[in-house]
């Protein structure tokens, strides 16, 4: 066990002259790598918060939408029933609007949010595109390790980000040209 620890020590002592001994070239090709990676990571971040701004508008229109349904379907219970309903369940209006109000204030609160996330996605998405185009080319050109399964991985966040901001761009322009 002590030959195992003083073998630690000295690859310790090794790898701290070979640090100090090292050229700039060599520094710099170590620091590409520590900041592609760091890059990457922030890439993969803003592509996360990008991808809850694309969701939260998603979720506010189907909110909207399933509010719309809820209340077509008690309406045409109306309908259907001719008026019945009334005489079968005598607080049926209440019900209908104590449900349009529950969700016309559950979709205040997400539009709330989704109005937060309309300002900043702007920032965020590109940001996630340079900071993975970034993390790629810093990875690509760090010799000292080998990041293939890093650069696929930033080179996938780059696509989704670019994914994910035309798809905010289609959602916030409504879709026309």
């Given at each position: 066990m002590r030959k195992?620890?003083?073998?630690?020590?000295?690859?310790?002592?090794?790898?701290k002259n070979s640090l100090e001994n090292a050229s700039v070239k060599e520094m710099r090709m170590l620091h590409l790598g520590h900041f592609g990676k760091i890059f990457s990571n922030l890439s993969i971040f803003f592509t996360i918060l990008s991808l809850a701004s694309v969701l939260t508008l998603?979720?506010?229109?189907?909110?909207f939408l399933l509010g719309g349904a809820v209340l077509l379907i008690l309406l045409m219970v109306i309908v259907v029933t001719l008026g019945i309903i009334f005489v079968i369940i005598p607080n049926y209006w209440g019900?209908?609007?104590?449900?349009?109000?529950?969700?016309?204030?559950?979709?205040?609160?997400?539009?709330?949010?989704?109005e937060l996330v309309v300002k900043i996605w702007p920032v965020i998405t590109p940001l996630a595109?340079?900071?993975?185009?970034?993390?790629?080319?810093?990875?690509?050109f760090d010799k000292t390790q080998n990041h293939?399964?890093?650069?696929?991985?930033?080179?996938?966040?780059l696509v989704i980000a670019i994914i994910i901001l035309i798809a905010l761009i289609v959602l916030?322009?409504?879709g026309a040209k």
């Open positions: 195992d620890e003083a073998q630690q020590i000295d690859e310790l002592t090794i790898e998603i979720m506010t229109l189907v909110l019900i209908i609007t104590t449900v349009a109000n529950a969700l016309t204030s559950s979709s205040g609160y997400i539009s709330k949010f989704g595109i340079v900071f993975a185009g970034i993390s790629i080319l810093f990875l690509c293939t399964i890093r650069i696929v991985f930033s080179s996938v966040v916030l322009s409504g």
